[in-house]
């Protein structure tokens, strides 16, 4: 959605790596804001993205639609999602990842690609979108590239563009506490426990409110019991009117 920051430009170089073409989209997508969400304000600096995208040296197009291109008038098609789109953020934005796969399915439509590359950072996405593409014989393989951080853990989000300074470092925190979660149930902390006593950190480090610490099946989503195998645990929380999400294997 533009905004661009190193996370991004990881997948164009991942990408230049697997294919001989590149196509980049940026699409600022209203349909996966709520009436209340940040749709407006979200940050649109296309000059400053061309720019750093022309810097990578692998991006062959830019695909900026405007909005009516995308969402011609009459427009009345939303794809609907189960599986890994339950729970977690649909709890919380129900609208959300019909917004996402609808535009998703409406790029590989136009674009064709052979492959598409999705951050690890929006977990519950990368796993909606690998489902879609599947579901409806859409052809895309679907690359995760993992997660790209400060240098004290925080992922790179447009979003923290909205931080102040004092935000900031409590932000920081959120990374530290995954890590912690993930350890104690790998150790033997019973999950819910382990997912209660994260959420509490994240408060008692800063944070205003938590929507969800997760312990999950990496690859459906489904809830844990125990982690004797595999696992990630998830998170979204809030520092005043901005909201952070991350993951990390267990």
Same mark, same amino acid.
Do not use: W
């Given at each position: ?7 991004h ?13 590149? $196509? ?11 009436p ?12 400053? &993205? ?6 990578t ?9 405007? +909005? ?9 098609? @939303?794809?609907?999602? !189960? ?5 977690? !953020? ?13 535009? $998703?399915?409406?790029?590989f439509?136009?674009?064709?690609? &052979? ?19 599947? &579901? ?9 590239? %993992?997660?790209?951080?400060?240098? &004290? ?11 102040? %300074?004092?935000?900031? @470092? +409590? ?18 902390? %019973?999950?819910?426990?382990a !997912? ?26 489904? %809830?844990?019991?125990t ?24």
């Open positions: 959605m533009g905004a661009l920051h190193e996370g430009l990881a997948l164009v170089h991942q990408a230049a790596a697997n294919a001989e073409k590149v $196509v980049v989209s940026i699409f600022v997508n209203p349909a996966q804001f709520a209340h969400e940040d749709f407006a304000r979200y940050p649109r600096t296309m000059d400053s &993205d061309r720019e750093k995208l022309e810097r040296g692998a991006v062959h197009l830019i695909y900026a639609p405007d +909005v009516r291109e995308i969402y011609p008038q009459g427009f009345a098609t @939303k794809v609907s999602l !189960e599986g890994p789109a339950s729970g977690l !953020e649909t709890d919380f934005r129900p609208h959300f990842f019909s917004g996402v796969a609808t535009v $998703v399915t409406k790029l439509v136009q674009c064709r690609p &052979d492959i598409a590359l999705f951050g690890e950072k929006d977990y519950q996405q990368l796993l909606v979108v690998r489902r879609l593409s599947r &579901d409806l014989d859409l052809g895309v393989e679907i690359v995760q590239v %993992p997660t790209v951080r400060e240098a &004290d853990g925080l992922a790179l989000s447009s979003r923290n563009a909205y931080l102040t %300074p004092e935000q900031r @470092k +409590v932000a920081g925190h959120l990374n530290r506490v995954l890590l912690s979660v993930g350890e104690r149930a790998r150790s033997g902390t %019973p999950v819910g426990q !997912e209660s006593e994260g959420a509490a950190s994240l408060i008692v480090a800063g944070f205003d409110r938590v929507d969800y610490v997760a312990i999950r099946d990496p690859e459906t989503l489904v %809830p844990l019991r982690v004797d195998g595999p696992a990630r645990v998830l998170a979204a929380a809030r520092i005043g009117s901005i909201r952070l999400i991350d993951n990390r294997p267990v």
